[in-house]
């Protein structure tokens, strides 16, 4: 039975990845992601799972340590943000490429420079195709849910592929929130045991990480797009079955409100259920708005967003990255792609918003929602608009 | 000297195993010590054990998809991480055999590199993994410059040697920088067990690959390894270059076991540096005054390793 309890989601985080029984950690200390190595750590020290945690002297040692676990068959996980994520840049794309089922969380957290600690999701966006499955969680709930469910998808025979679950730094990560928390016996029939393919064992010696010629690399690269565009049949399943045991609803879109809504926000992340409250308020003052959030990054789910925007008029993207001198911010720049050759496609506008940790609120979304309907006469647009600049 | 050999080393050379576990066929140059090392190595490792390897020279001559000269699990991960991805292989196979997901047997990970994966871009992942104790062996394999990128310099080249990056010309004398000391570095992180080895001395180099393999803990080989296409010499001398690396002093082959150092071949008298130097189109620049510099500093070098065997630390 799940309990329920309330928790630091970091916490919650490393508690999930304990309940999958992982055999190898390789784990480097950053912020906002610094409890999850901590706490993972002690559950190790305290013999509460048999695992290796590995105390690794960078990030890039620490995704290259968990490749070479994987590689001999290991569950692995790790965990990183920002400038760590980047110093796994290396590494990530050769551990889609070896096909290596590893499981990551990352904290999100801006990029350097200037420093700055906070939340935003320019870390992530700029790993965007790296071929990993990419997930957003908008709270601790959805953190512990897909960290395990994760493990599944990346571990399934059709997919084969690394996994990032994404929560935003601070805001979730910081957080103490009420959590139901699986039990073992409810993880173990979740999640079965991992069967690797092939692994760096003498008893059958393979080369793994073979250097690719010109005729050889197309395909490979192929076959990563294709286990990935695949993969989001695995994940729509996965979900069914955890909606199933633990009645809680996964998807790929996740729509508020949005029947017959005129403007429609869309964010990622933990800014969703901020959003809900201004979309209630707007929606009081007569105005029909409604909110989609974004769960799943990669694949990206074009079909479902076609779906929820059928009959909506105005589309605000919020961004909390920036595709500095580009055609959108790098998550409205997809939507107006993929929406191009929709014969009815909503007018669209990118707010960049939310940036290192400067706080969105209700009134924002509030304010983005009405503007956003005033767009949709205004033209020519831009392609994004910094949203509360100071100054201006 | 008169030799002792524990058992389960090699005495003759026809005692070596004859499974290939490296094997013929791969893209090596001709003359490539490089690659007769990594076969010696594999040898005296046997079947049971895991190979990392990062970018460079071996990567590209031994695993051309679809085509592997392993018969060894071996993997590649990128050029930086040899030694991490060694250690997280130590850590799988450890974990696995423990909860019985593996065959319960002993094998042991080892992680490779050349000299510029090991003491520049890997030296990071090298130290954390050598501080941390893994019981993993890491051999690296210098011949002395990035051969696979076309001969740049490395911090293991060579004072005086003309690569690519440090070419010799009116100004210049070549590489300015001496080389550096890979295995004293490696002594300092307090590893079980150090040595040097070099490919034209196969069973001296065998024997410190099983010793290593037998040390409970992190072990280091430092194996020079000749490289005719970036020496500039005839592929012929690949054997003569190593023997000439060891007879001048330049490369002196010893082993460091718990801090305690110890020769393992001793020429008699050292030869000029000049004998090694001038088969070598890389140092046919250098001057007279330019070569006694180098033969100094190979006194001063060899006195200073001659101490340390010499004068050993106190047992505990
Ligand atoms: C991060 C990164 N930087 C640079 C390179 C290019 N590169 C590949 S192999 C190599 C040199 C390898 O030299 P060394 O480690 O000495 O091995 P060798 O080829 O000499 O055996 C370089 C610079 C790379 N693959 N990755
Ligand atoms: S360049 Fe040198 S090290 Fe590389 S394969 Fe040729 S001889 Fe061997």
């Known amino acids: 039975m799940s309990r329920r309890v309330g928790m630091e989601v970091a916490i919650a985080a490393a508690e999930a990845v304990a309940l999958c029984n992982i055999d190898v950690a390789a784990v480097y200390p950053i912020t906002p992601n610094t409890h999850v190595a901590e706490h993972l750590a002690e559950i190790v020290a305290e013999g509460r799972i048999d695992s290796e945690f590995i105390t690794v002297e960078s990030e890039h040692s620490a995704l290259s340590a968990v490749l070479g676990a994987a590689g001999t068959g290991a569950r692995t996980f790790t965990a990183t943000s920002s400038q760590g994520l980047l110093y796994m840049q290396e590494v990530m794309p050769i551990a889609s490429a070896m096909r290596l089922p590893v499981v990551m969380v990352i904290a999100n957290r801006a990029l350097s420079g200037p420093l700055n600690i906070w939340n935003d999701h320019s870390d992530i966006m700029l790993q965007r195709d790296m071929g990993w499955v990419s997930l957003f969680a908008e709270n601790g709930q959805e953190v512990v849910d897909m960290l395990i469910q994760a493990f599944k998808i990346a571990e399934h025979r059709e997919v084969m592929l690394p996994v990032n679950v994404n929560m935003d730094g601070f805001q979730l990560t910081h957080m103490v929130e009420p959590i139901e928390l699986p039990d073992q016996a409810e993880v173990d029939r979740f999640l079965l045991e991992y069967k690797p393919y092939a692994t760096l064992h003498p008893d059958r010696p393979i080369t793994m990480g073979a250097f690719a010629m010109p005729e050889i690399f197309t395909e490979v690269m192929k076959a990563k797009d294709v286990a990935i565009v695949n993969a989001k049949k695995t994940i729509l399943e996965v979900w069914k079955e955890w909606e199933s045991l633990f009645g809680r609803k996964y998807e790929p879109v996740a729509a508020y409100k949005t029947e017959g809504a005129e403007v429609v926000l869309l964010t990622m992340g933990s800014m969703g259920e901020t959003a809900e409250v201004a979309i209630d308020e707007l929606r009081r003052e007569g105005i029909s708005a409604g909110l989609l959030k974004l769960k799943l990054w990669r694949p990206f789910p074009f079909k479902e967003l076609k779906k929820a925007v059928k009959g909506v008029k105005v589309l605000a993207v919020t961004d909390r990255a920036v595709s500095y001198g580009g055609p959108g911010g790098p998550v409205c720049a997809e939507i107006r792609s993929a929406l191009y050759d929709e014969p009815e496609r909503p007018v669209i506008v990118d707010y960049i918003i939310g940036l290192g940790g400067r706080d969105v609120s209700v009134e924002d979304f509030i304010t983005m929602g009405k503007r956003a309907l005033e767009a949709k006469i205004k033209k020519p647009r831009e392609a994004y608009k910094f949203y509360g600049v100071r100054g201006e | ?316």
């Open chain 2, 1 to 316: 000297m008169k030799r002792k050999y524990p058992k389960g080393l090699v005495k003759n050379i026809k005692l070596v195993d004859r499974e290939e576990y490296f094997c013929p066929g791969h893209r090596a140059c001709q003359g490539c010590g490089e690659a007769l090392a990594v076969r010696l190595m594999c040898k005296a490792l046997g079947r049971d054990t895991v190979i990392a390897c990062p970018t460079g020279c071996i990567e590209i001559f031994s695993t051309p998809y679809p085509t592997t000269a392993w018969k060894l699990p071996w993997i590649h991960v990128a050029f930086p991480n040899a030694a991490a991805v060694g250690s997280g292989v130590e850590a799988g196979l450890k974990v696995l055999r423990r909860k019985g997901k593996i065959p319960d047997r002993y094998v042991k990970a080892v992680a490779i590199g050349g000299d510029g994966g090991t003491a520049d871009i890997g030296i990071q992942a090298l130290s954390g993994a050598m501080e941390r104790g893994h019981d993993m062996l890491y051999v690296c394999f210098d011949n002395e410059a990035y051969m696979n990128t076309g001969i740049q310099r490395s911090s293991a080249t060579p004072f005086g040697a003309s690569t690519t990056t440090a070419p010799a010309g009116k100004e210049s004398i070549g590489n300015k920088t001496w080389k550096k000391n890979l295995p004293e570095i490696m002594v300092a992180h307090n590893v079980s067990y150090v040595a040097t080895a070099t490919n034209s001395h196969p069973i001296d180099f065998m024997n410190k690959v099983k010793k290593a393999r037998e040390v409970k803990g992190t072990a280091y080989i430092h194996c020079l390894s000749v490289c005719p296409t970036g020496w500039r010499a005839a592929p012929e001398l690949c054997i003569e270059l190593g023997r000439l690396a060891v007879e001048t002093g330049v490369f002196p082959l010893y082993e460091v076991e718990n801090g305690r150092y110890r020769f393992t071949e001793m020429p008699g008298d050292l030869r000029p540096v000049e004998d090694y130097l001038k088969v070598q189109g890389r140092f046919r620049h250098l001057t007279p005054d330019q070569i006694k510099t180098i033969q100094d500093r190979v006194n001063l070098e060899y006195r200073k390793l001659m101490n340390k065997v010499e004068h050993p630390p106190p047992e505990l």
